[in-house]
């Protein structure tokens, strides 16, 4: 048991080496909250809020975060005693739906609080709260293998040599951004470029519609390129119609903003909605219902991996130690800081090995990278101490 003695939520912005193109948009700079929570004993922790600045991937976003976390959630957690971080997720649920973001920011920050109070990485302590790693006796990764993901682009040539470049840099697995008018000519470059070795996933963030027929002549092409998975090819509680979808498809439909938590899980697994999932744990709520998301598919053989949402070196750490479960059965997102930032906010920067994996940090208590306070201080563009 513990006490949250101050919380520390700044808004910064990170300038993107290259704007990053999906159907939901682009964006230049990522905007995005960071929050550092403190014990009163000495130890401290980062955390970060993945929600966009406009609702187009999810209803939340970096203002309405920021008014959740001030107004509704930090003050339920400040000076009260804290048990188990796998406990917070339901203390901030009691009375309050949504806001899975903000939720999950917080929370995701009392697990890291927790594990540097313990002395152990954040990954060990993961490991720990999860019922099936405990049951099946096995222990976090020593390494995850990252997959790459690639923006929409106009010019074919240029996305074929992004692809081609992303096998040579070792990347297991591509997933590229499609969208109605950019699907099956960009997808098929994209196979051709990969080659045989490294599985292609095709997301189109909800954007098509089947009882549009130029759409569903698409869907139809695109399940007979050989992709490896199609992620979110309809709107998000679309669940009837992605089950009907994927009775007619061979491809695996990946669900993404579909899961906002075990019980849209159950839904698919019920309904055959999707055969996968893209596991992100801010949409979720935080790393107690992402662990439980896990947990289910890994016990019912589900293939499931963890997504990424353009998160700073704060964020890709938490994904790291969550990836580092055996029963994420494909590479996550999680390309190295190098990829998306001139200079990223931790230290060390998150490197990957030639061969496409990431080292898991099992050798430091808590996230296993320090947040550069300077940089951030020179990106913060407003912020607030409860
Ligand atoms: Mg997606």
């Known amino acids: 048991m513990f006490e949250i003695a101050s919380l520390t939520?700044?808004?910064?912005?990170?300038?993107?080496?290259?704007?990053f193109r999906s159907a939901g948009g682009?964006?230049?700079?990522?905007?995005?909250?960071?929050?550092?929570?403190?014990?009163?004993?000495?130890?401290?922790?980062?955390s970060e809020c993945v929600a966009q600045e406009l609702p187009s991937y999810w209803p939340e976003t970096v203002d309405t975060c920021w008014l959740a976390l001030k107004d509704w959630l930090a003050p339920r957690l400040m000076h009260r005693r804290v048990g188990h971080p796998a406990r917070v997720f339901e203390l901030l649920s009691s009375g309050l739906r949504g806001h899975r973001m903000a939720k999950a920011a917080l929370e995701m920050g009392v697990w890291t609080l927790a594990a540097a109070r313990e002395g152990v990485p954040l990954a060990v302590l993961l490991a720990r709260a999860?019922?099936?790693?405990?049951e099946t006796g096995q222990r976090p990764r020593a390494a995850v293998e990252s997959g790459v993901a690639i923006g929409l682009q106009d010019d074919l040539d240029l996305l074929a040599e992004l692809a081609q470049s992303a096998v040579?840099?070792?990347?297991?697995?591509?997933?590229?951004?499609i969208e109605p008018g950019h699907d099956v000519l960009p997808a098929r470059a994209v196979l051709q470029a990969?080659?045989?070795?490294t599985p292609v996933i095709a997301d189109a963030n909800g954007a098509y519609d089947p009882d549009d027929s130029a759409h569903a002549a698409v869907l139809r092409e695109l399940d007979a390129l050989g992709l490896h998975m199609l992620e979110q090819p309809l709107a998000p509680d679309d669940h009837v119609r992605l089950a009907e979808l994927q009775v007619r498809m061979t491809t695996p439909v990946c669900l993404d903003e579909s899961v906002g938590g075990v019980a849209d899980v159950r839904t698919m697994i019920r309904m055959g909605s999707?055969?996968?999932?893209?596991?992100?744990?801010?949409?979720?709520?935080?790393?107690?219902?992402?662990?439980?998301?896990?947990?289910m598919l890994a016990r019912v053989g589900v293939p499931v991996w963890c997504g990424g949402m353009l998160e700073s070196g704060v964020g890709r750490a938490y994904n790291v130690a969550l990836a580092s479960l055996p029963g994420f059965s494909e590479p996550g997102?999680?390309?190295?800081?190098?990829?998306?930032?001139?200079?990223?906010?931790?230290?060390?920067?998150?490197?990957?090995?030639?061969?496409?994996?990431?080292?898991?940090?099992?050798?430091?208590?808590?996230?296993?990278?320090?947040?550069?306070?300077?940089?951030?201080d020179q990106l913060t563009v407003r912020s607030a101490t409860l």
């Not at 230049?28 to 922790?45: C, M, P, Q, Y």
């Not at 920067?349 to 550069?372: C, I, N, Y």
């Open 130 to 134: 999860s019922g099936w790693m405990v």
């Open 274 to 295: 999707g055969r996968a999932v893209n596991l992100k744990p801010g949409r979720v709520g935080g790393l107690a219902p992402a662990i439980a998301v896990h947990d």
């Open 168 to 177: 040579a840099r070792g990347y297991r697995r591509i997933r590229m951004k």
């Open 333 to 376: 997102d999680l390309s190295p800081s190098e990829r998306y930032w001139e200079r990223d906010i931790v230290r060390p920067a998150w490197a990957m090995e030639s061969d496409g994996t990431v080292k898991v940090p099992l050798h430091s208590a808590g996230l296993g990278v320090e947040v550069d306070r300077d940089y951030v």
């Open 194 to 197: 990969a080659g045989p070795n």
């Open 9 to 19: 939520l700044r808004e910064v912005r990170l300038p993107l080496k290259r704007p």
């Open 26 to 46: 682009e964006v230049a700079a990522r905007r995005f909250l960071l929050l550092e929570l403190t014990d009163g004993e000495g130890h401290s922790a980062w």
